[in-house]
T-cell receptor, first 114, second 116 residues
Framework: AQSVTQLDSQVPVFEEAPVELRCNYS??????LFWYVQYPNQGLQLLLK??????LVKGINGFEAEFNKSQTSFHLRKPSVHISDTAEYFC????????????FGKGTTLSVSS | NAGVTQTPKFRVLKTGQSMTLLCAQD?????MYWYRQDPGMGLRLIHY???????AKGEVPDGYNVSRLKKQNFLLGLESAAPSQTSVYFC???????????????FGAGTRLSVL
């Protein structure tokens, strides 16, 4: 069975600073990895995904993440954050097969202040 | 594009009442899922469906039932609501075609349920 650990429950940063949200996973099989963002009172929106190929994946809103198989990590990064990036971020994993449900981490709240 | 639509958006129930949450998707997706979101817990899978007429249990299925009579709809039922079911419920759908896995899940906006 897979599991996902988001190492920080809250990350406060100042506007224009870089940020890294950490995610580690465990699985005995090949996985797909995802980052979702949830703005207040909204549903989840896919930020980026790793299915195969290049380990550095780029997503929307200037975010990127790097899949590190040896460290079983999929950390999310952005070089310069904006106030509008304030949201909750979820890392998720699924088995590499069709229709497998996602296993989510508990979320990281990113708070960007001026 | 409507995507994934959940109704209702908000609901308050008394303990013991029943209700049904409706999820509809217009993307012709095969797979549909119901999650609940609780503070500090992330999202946990309640039930899911891999096609019309099929359902399966997820991580936290107790107290819920589901049905997938039509491909585009996935219903979540609470037969006798309990305060522990106070949560935000999210529906999601995804599509896969043959060996090409496009297992990207699209989420609805959520249903906020309070059980008093």
């Amino acid at each position: 069975a897979q599991s996902v650990t988001q190492l920080d429950s809250q990350v406060p940063v100042f506007e224009e600073a870089p940020v890294e949200l950490r995610c580690n996973y465990s699985s005995s099989v090949s996985v797909y990895l995802f980052w979702y963002v949830q703005y207040p009172n909204q549903g989840l929106q896919l930020l980026l995904k790793y299915l195969s190929g290049s380990t550095l994946v780029k997503g929307i809103n200037g975010f990127e993440a790097e899949f590190n198989k040896s460290q079983t990590s999929f950390h999310l990064r952005k070089p310069s954050v904006h106030i509008s990036d304030t949201a909750e971020y979820f890392c998720a994993v699924s088995e590499s097969q069709a229709g497998t449900a996602l296993i989510f981490g508990k979320g990281t709240t990113l708070s960007v202040s001026s | 594009n409507a995507g994934v639509t959940q109704t209702p958006k908000f609901r308050v129930l008394k303990t013991g009442q029943s209700m049904t949450l409706l999820c509809a998707q217009d993307m012709n997706h095969e797979y549909m899922y119901w999650y609940r979101q609780d503070p500090g817990m992330g999202l946990r899978l309640i039930h899911y469906s891999v096609g019309e007429g099929t359902t399966a249990k997820g991580e936290v299925p107790d107290g819920y039932n589901v049905s997938r009579l039509k491909k585009q709809n996935f219903l979540l039922g609470l037969e006798s609501a309990a305060p522990s079911q106070t949560s935000v419920y999210f529906c999601a759908s995804s599509y896969s075609a043959g060996t090409v896995v496009l297992d990207i899940q699209y989420f609805g906006a959520g249903t906020r349920l309070s059980v008093l």
